[in-house]
């Protein structure tokens, strides 16, 4: 073969174990088309190339380690602006987990923009702006690098966890705690797992898997036990149809929520849950209808807007009301996600 098919072939080798997730030699042989001879020899010339290789005998398959990264080949100017904007660190935040490095590598990929390119950039941004609703991150940049280290080795922390409900009512645990997943929701980040201190012999580990804020460990160290991601747990199953993050333990609930005409029209327009149906009555009030998993959450979120709310259904879950005595106008089924902004295992 000629130089510039070894060279095609080595390149389209580097797509492939930068895109995949742990090829062994003979999946490598197949996609290039070649031997298992010839990907080693390739793998080879990589290494000597500086590429570091690696070989993960637990996982059967070579990847390349994450220190190594390559620059993009090339970006339209939507791309680029769309990336400096969404990793503008004043309007995020410090202390956001990831937040930095992200902005780290914009900057980086500003300064490799062609000059007419970069000047274009700077005439468009300042004129549009993001504003964020203010975040809980402060303290969890620290912690966040620790779990996600121990979820991608596979390993547990011992954790210190200020589990405060009130300024008088203060408590911070030691524990053990295996982590499955972290997401950002709720503006903080939040990580799942299994909390070694509510396991006993009536427990079960599905029982004790919790949900606990980053920003509220006042320490995290990466242990050398070592712990398995159940193949059973499933975050998504796991949050369910919650009204925010937490399943409640009555099950799946129909719940029917009427607001007043003066504020209607702006919790109509609202995206509260993915469940979220809108019914538009004759004397201008509106029905909101959700089904969620637990009426915990969903009756703490919608007491505060006192009276200009009655639920109907469930009964007696935020105080019943009588139907008006006019029927519905018009509905609107509004559809949205409502699982978490980022994720990470």
């Not at 990907?39 to 994450?66: C, H, M, N, T």
């Not at 490095?101 to 000047?119: N, Q, T, V, Y």
């Not at 799946?252 to 607001?259: A, C, K, L, S, T």
Request: proline share 5%.
């Amino acid at each position: 073969m000629s130089i510039h098919g070894t060279i095609e072939r080595v390149i389209k080798l580097l797509t492939l174990l930068q895109g995949s997730k742990h090829l062994n030699a003979s999946l490598l042989a197949d996609a290039l088309n070649v031997t298992e001879r010839t990907v080693y020899r390739d793998l080879k010339r990589l290494e000597k190339g500086g590429i570091p290789i690696r070989f993960d005998e637990a996982k059967g398959g070579y990847s390349i380690e994450r220190r190594m990264f390559l620059p993009p080949v090339e970006f339209t100017t939507e791309e680029v602006c769309a990336m400096l904007l969404l990793c503008d660190s004043d309007a995020l935040g410090d202390d956001v987990p990831l937040v930095q490095p992200a902005s780290s590598g914009a900057a980086k990929l500003r300064a490799m923009l062609p000059e007419s390119i970069r000047d274009m950039i700077d005439e468009v941004m300042p004129r549009v702006q993001l504003h964020y609703a203010a975040t809980e991150g402060e303290g969890a940049g620290d912690v966040w690098s620790v779990v996600s280290e121990a979820i991608a080795t596979k390993r547990s922390l011992r954790c210190q966890y200020d589990s405060v409900h009130s300024q008088q009512d203060r408590q911070e645990e030691t524990f053990r705690f295996d982590p499955y997943d972290l997401y950002f929701g709720q503006r903080a980040w939040y990580v799942i797992g299994l909390h070694h201190g509510r396991l006993t012999d009536s427990v079960s580990e599905n029982q004790a898997v919790r949900t606990l804020k980053l920003a509220r460990f006042s320490s995290v160290v990466l242990m050398e036990d070592p712990f398995e991601i159940p193949d059973s747990f499933s975050l998504d199953e796991y949050l369910g149809q919650a009204w925010r993050m937490i399943k409640g333990t009555s099950g799946p609930q129909r719940v029917r929520i009427r607001f007043s005409a003066e504020s209607a029209e702006t919790v109509a327009e609202t995206m509260w849950h993915a469940s979220q149906d809108v019914i538009w009555n004759d004397d201008d009030t509106t029905d909101m209808l959700f089904d969620v998993d637990g009426l915990d959450e969903i009756t703490c979120g919608c007491s505060g807007t006192g009276r200009t709310q009655r639920c109907s259904s469930p009964p007696n879950s935020l105080g019943g009301w009588r139907p008006s005595r006019h029927g519905p106008r018009r509905s609107t089924r509004t559809r949205f996600s409502s699982r978490p902004l980022a994720r990470c295992r």
